[in-house]
């Protein structure tokens, strides 16, 4: 049973940090694609990183590029997004889900519909 689990979501002041977690079972850790996504009210679900845990190398849309960090622990199945420089504009639900890196062919394409897997989201807040 594939399953994912995200958490580490609160209420930050703009500026702060935050790191989420996404704990992941029921798979091949090791052969996918983990990626995390938002949605805030009204919005729909964008992508906002994305690794390849064979070998650790990752992607970020231009609005997290610099401040967001994600990484992989592959002896723990967890994956992680450190979150630096906090905005207002980043407050939304997040989620993340997985993929066999076989069908994902390349970190770029982090879209809902490329992705097989999902697990509950976390709630980011942050305020001015």
């Known amino acids: 049973e594939v399953q994912l689990q995200a958490s580490g979501g609160g209420l930050v002041q703009a500026g702060g940090s935050l790191r989420l977690s996404c704990a992941a079972s029921g798979f091949s850790f090791d052969d996918s694609a983990i990626g995390w996504f938002r949605q805030a009210p009204g919005k729909e679900r964008e992508g906002v990183a994305c690794?390849?845990?064979?070998?650790?190398?990752?992607y970020y849309v231009d609005s997290v590029k610099g401040r967001f960090t994600i990484s992989s622990d592959n002896a723990k199945n967890t994956v992680y997004l450190q979150m630096n420089s906090l905005k207002p504009e980043d407050t939304a639900v997040y989620y993340c889900?997985?993929?066999?890196?076989?069908?994902?062919?390349?970190?770029?394409?982090?879209?809902?519909?490329?992705?097989?897997?999902w697990g509950r989201g976390t709630q980011v807040t942050v305020s001015s």
């Open positions: 690794i390849r845990n064979s070998d650790g190398s990752t």
């Open positions: 889900a997985a993929v066999p890196m076989r069908l994902l062919g390349r970190l770029e394409r982090l879209g809902v519909h490329e992705f097989d897997f």
